[in-house]
């Protein structure tokens, strides 16, 4: 590995890489530095750097004005490489969340954010993630009481809105209602201005108006932290972490195999190097999970 030296990363205590005095460019416009700065520069002892003067809104909104194109990670990635391209940083960060229902029941609303790291220098690219229960929804309201009620579920003023006539693909919007003169306002015209007198109203998902997505960006933002400091023991490269879960932990009743995961595979981001690491926490199944004793 001697060939390529920017691998020859220095070291602090401990054995982790030092990314002392590194400057990452941000590209964002919806205030996410306040969640990932904090998190990142004390950990890693980077510098992030804002990098704003570029509408991410033009990459997609969550109110459905501009689609998203290509997948949440490709969206994270093209922010990322914008960024750097503004800063003319060889290292880039950006953010991309997405929402919908949660995986087990179907039922509650759910938030994935991925936060991706991209590092020019060692060709790599290391993507932290961090899901959970959302604070979003939506309401078709006849009336001021309504759409009274809704923003009190929703956490409103702390959770910002939305409002359109009609329904919610009107292109005529008001977002960003963060109190409650300006939300009666806003109710008002868009009353005004629906044929039927129903108004949308929606809960706004962009983070600078919604704490709970911040926050779980913020949990993205840890959970990139522990990989960055995480090096392969074949090439030392940041970013060494599970990219498989294998199945198949043995029932403690019967004994035959079961879904539950019985070993990770820990690989690289940047070489071939892959390992593969047993359960630590448990040698059998419950037979409650097990296929075969509860066909």
């Known amino acids: 590995m001697t060939s390529e030296p920017e691998l020859r990363m220095p070291r602090v205590p401990g054995g982790r890489c030092a990314y002392s005095g590194r400057r ?8 996410k530095e306040g969640a990932i700065a904090p998190v990142l520069e004390p950990a890693l002892g980077c510098r992030i750097e804002l990098v704003e003067d570029y509408d991410t809104d033009r990459l997609g909104t969550f109110t459905r004005d501009i689609p998203r ?36 029941t179907g039922l509650l609303p ?7 790291y991209v590092d020019d220098l060692l060709g790599v690219e290391v993507v932290g993630m961090a899901q959970g229960k959302a604070v979003s929804g939506h309401r078709v309201a006849d009336d001021w009481a309504t759409v009274a009620a809704f923003a009190r579920s929703a956490g409103f003023p702390g959770h910002q809105l939305v409002l359109r006539p009609e329904g919610e693909d009107d292109p005529r919007i008001r977002k960003g209602l963060a109190d409650w003169p300006a939300l009666e306002q806003a109710y008002a015209w868009a009353a005004g201005q629906s044929a039927s007198g129903r108004v949308w109203v929606e809960v ?3 983070a600078h108006a919604n704490p709970t997505r911040m926050a779980t960006i913020g949990r993205a933002a840890e959970d990139l932290t522990t990989k960055l400091l995480c090096r392969c023991p074949a090439c030392g490269a940041p970013g060494f972490g599970v990219v498989e879960r294998i199945g198949g932990l043995p029932c403690g009743d019967c004994g035959l195999p079961t879904r539950e995961m019985r070993a990770e595979v820990c690989g690289c981001v940047k070489c071939t190097h892959r390992e593969t690491r047993a ?8 037979p409650g999970r097990c296929d075969h004793c509860n066909p």
Do not use: Y
């Not at 759910?110 to 991706?116: D, F, G, T, Y």
């Open 279 to 286: 359960r630590a926490d448990r040698q059998h199944a419950d």
């Open 24 to 31: 990452i460019a941000l590209l964002t416009r919806h205030g």
């Open 204 to 206: 706004d998902l962009r």
């Open 69 to 104: 194109e290509g997948t949440q990670l490709e969206a994270a990635r093209k922010k990322a490489r914008i960024g750097m391209a503004l800063s003319g940083l060889q290292h880039g960060l950006a953010s991309e969340g997405s929402f919908g229902p949660d995986p087990c």
């Open 110 to 116: 759910w938030n994935v954010e991925l936060l991706v």
